[in-house]
């Protein structure tokens, strides 16, 4: 069976060319426009709101990283120096302060002339020293003291690696010993870090 097409023509007036010109007009200068007023506040808003989200988060990504950073210097200082007195029964016994701390810190530390003692990131310095313990007659520990650390580092510095040592002090206050039963109290270690403007931290091990 053969199926015969039919195909129709539909006039078309000059008054329907105008309209379709008119309708093609009217599209493409919408194109053109661009962004509406709400549009163009949506992207401001966005921009605003990225801006002060960076200046909220890159402080606190300033100190984690100085902080982890210095954390790692004084964790790797105690490790040092663990090493190098292993079985020696005192701390200061034929080796030099001015050796330890070359041998406990790293090179890039050493870096004012006319010193001896390391610096630390925020201008202070970092030393060490043994501590006598009365009971024994001797120094069967030491400390690593760092000086000028600000008070939102210091909160930081103390919660992330106080467990490694036996003891901690804020400007001469312990805010945790586990030889004497000071636990770790985090609202403790804040007054003591905030109590000035900046703070020195000793952190004490036995040998």
């Known amino acids: 069976m053969i199926h015969q097409l039919s195909f129709y023509i539909i006039p078309v007036t000059q008054g329907d060319i105008k309209e379709m010109k008119k309708t093609v007009l009217t599209k493409s200068k919408k194109s053109k426009k661009g962004f509406?007023?709400?549009?163009?506040?949506?992207?401001?808003?966005?921009?605003?709101?990225?801006?002060?989200?960076?200046?909220?988060?890159?402080?606190?990504?300033?100190?984690?990283?100085?902080?982890?950073?210095?954390?790692?210097?004084?964790?790797?200082?105690?490790?040092?120096?663990?090493?190098?007195?292993?079985?020696r029964a005192e701390y200061d016994r034929g080796i030099s302060s001015n050796e330890v701390m070359r041998i406990a810190f790293p090179d890039n530390v050493f870096r004012v002339k006319g010193t001896s003692l390391p610096q630390n990131d925020y201008g202070g310095t970092y030393s060490i020293s043994g501590q006598f313990a009365s009971t024994l007659g001797s120094y069967s520990g030491f400390s690593i003291d760092i000086r000028s650390v600000p008070s939102g580092d210091c909160i930081r510095l103390v919660s992330n690696i106080h467990g490694a040592f036996q003891s901690v002090s804020i400007n001469a206050v312990t805010v945790f010993s586990s030889n004497t039963n000071v636990p770790y109290n985090p609202s403790v270690v804040m007054e003591a870090c905030n109590k000035y403007e900046t703070a020195t931290i000793q952190f004490t091990s036995l040998m």
């Open 36 to 87: 509406s007023l709400l549009e163009l506040l949506l992207v401001l808003s966005i921009i605003a709101a990225l801006i002060v989200s960076a200046f909220v988060v890159y402080p606190k990504v300033q100190i984690m990283y100085r902080v982890d950073k210095i954390g790692k210097v004084i964790l790797g200082a105690k490790s040092a120096i663990q090493e190098l007195y292993k079985g």
